[in-house]
């Protein structure tokens, strides 16, 4: 089989079976169709199907058709990322500093010390949970943020489908999730230090503020229209940017998006472009995201992994938020919804993950027992708050 007969034929197959799985079994109610595309791929990744049917797999997902996918993928998450960015509104939490600095500050710190004892206590069963190039620091750093992310693309579509997006407790919740969103990147860029390019980090530091400001003046004299060609140059240039410098691109994306103005663009547009995205594009990064899973430390070890971290981001993020509401007064079940909503984890911690398995610091394993949590916490969502935002009035 050549290689446009491999990648097209892949290509079917991710648009093709997650869709049909997620209509037939009509699941749109309770998980959005990201999950089953990331579950799709874990399906079809080398531990499962390509375990029982090794030369199909081989002869689709082949070194050349995954080299293919990658590239998509990585441009499409990294518009994604961008977007999220974007979304960004420091002013208006500026203006609720103090509810928005407490709420998100406990709903980060909480799950990642729960995160960061669980990290610590799985390096110390077997040091195979880490990867080859990384430290305890920056294992057990990485294992607690994974465990305090909120996803907030995926947020943003939960939102949406609950019909509270652009209400006044749904703009609330994104302010907290934006804050996080802020503080993951940051500690992505510390975790990835390098001191070998301590220089060039710098340097894309320094660099990065006058290019920032140089965007803005030229943003304001143009069209909307004209904005949209810039932005993909913007991005491209930003994700190398911080690629040279040892932060990842993906760093580099989501500082792109930050110092844009979101009333840069019809709000309209700003949806449809990422309705477009997770159309055309998303769905190749889900599917060669699952692909990537591992099994090396034993299908059990690494479900009860799964579970471990799973219970500590939930009750983390639960009791974060809760401590915040009786702190400020909330009304009854306002934590509790708050919380559940911010515990969603899919998109930008898978994203996390990936970065940290590209670098070598977690094991392909780990990153199993990773996507595994994300998943089951995304699932969870809407069926946990469904009810009990009809009880709030909201």
Known sequence: MGFSESFLLALIIIFSVPYLVWRVLRMERCA???IVQIVGGVVLGPGILGAAFPAWHQAIFNPQTLLALNGIASWAVM????LAGVELDLVDAWRSRRDTGLTAGLALIVPFVFGAIIGALL??????WMGAKGNAAQFIFGVGMACAVTALPILVLLLERLDILRSPFG?????YASLDDVAIWAVLAAILLDWERLGRQGLFLIAVIPASLALRKLMARLSEADRWFVLPIWVALTGFSADWAGLHFMVG???AGVVCERSWFALERLDQFRNALLLAFMPVFFLSTGLRTRWEMGGTTVLLAGLALLVAATSGKLFGVHIAGRWLGWRKGESFVIGWLLQTKAL???????????????SPSLFTSL?????????????MVRNCLAELGV
Request: charged fraction near 10%; hydrophobic fraction near 65%; proline fraction near 4%.
């Open 371 to 383: 996507l595994l949590m994300a998943v089951i916490s995304t699932v969870l969502t809407m069926p």
């Open 253 to 255: 994306a989501f500082i």
């Open 79 to 82: 518009l994604f990322v961008f």
């Open 123 to 128: 390096l110390q069963q077997s040091a195979g």
């Open 32 to 34: 959005p169709l990201a």
């Open 171 to 175: 703009q609330r919740v994104l302010r």
């Open 348 to 362: 930008i911690m898978i994203i996390f993950v990936n970065i940290l398995l590209d670098r070598e610091i977690i």
